[in-house]
Nanobody, 120 residues
Framework: QVQVVESGGGSVQAGGSLRLSCSVSGSVLRVNSLTWHRQAPGNQREPVAAIHSDGFANYEDSVKGRLTISKESGRNTYYLQIHNAKPEDTGVYYC??????????????WGQGTQVTVSS
């Protein structure tokens, strides 16, 4: 089994910063990619940033320059740093890990989400 757990959400004022964490554990041979998704109130869930096993990262256009995705060296712990937060960053942030399991299967695993609220 694989567990994906997000943490670090909370409330921040516009212009502030916040760091979200995502831990991937269990029968993990390799995390092939890790994507952060955001679901704003009344909207569909959408990807905002992703990082791949080779370290390449890509971002949704509206968050480029303000969100930074990273991986802790030697651990399956990932971060999403939000800089210069805006009210439109408000939503539930989910971690989606594409994992090659110890049984040689690739599968997507999702966390339970963490709430971010940015006040103006």
């Amino acid at each position: 089994q694989v567990q994906v757990v997000e943490s670090g959400g909370g409330s921040v004022q516009a212009g502030g910063s916040l760091r979200l964490s995502c831990s991937v554990s269990g029968s993990v041979l390799r995390v092939n990619s890790l994507t952060w998704h955001r679901q704003a109130p009344g909207n569909q869930r959408e990807p905002v940033a992703a990082i791949h096993s080779d370290g390449f990262a890509n971002y949704e256009d509206s968050v480029k320059g303000r969100l930074t995705i990273s991986k802790e060296s030697g651990r399956n712990t990932y971060y999403l740093q939000i800089h210069n937060a805006k009210p439109e960053d408000t939503g539930v942030y989910y971690c989606d890990a594409t994992v090659l399991t110890a049984y040689q299967f690739e599968h997507d695993y999702w966390g339970q989400g963490t709430q971010v609220t940015v006040s103006s």
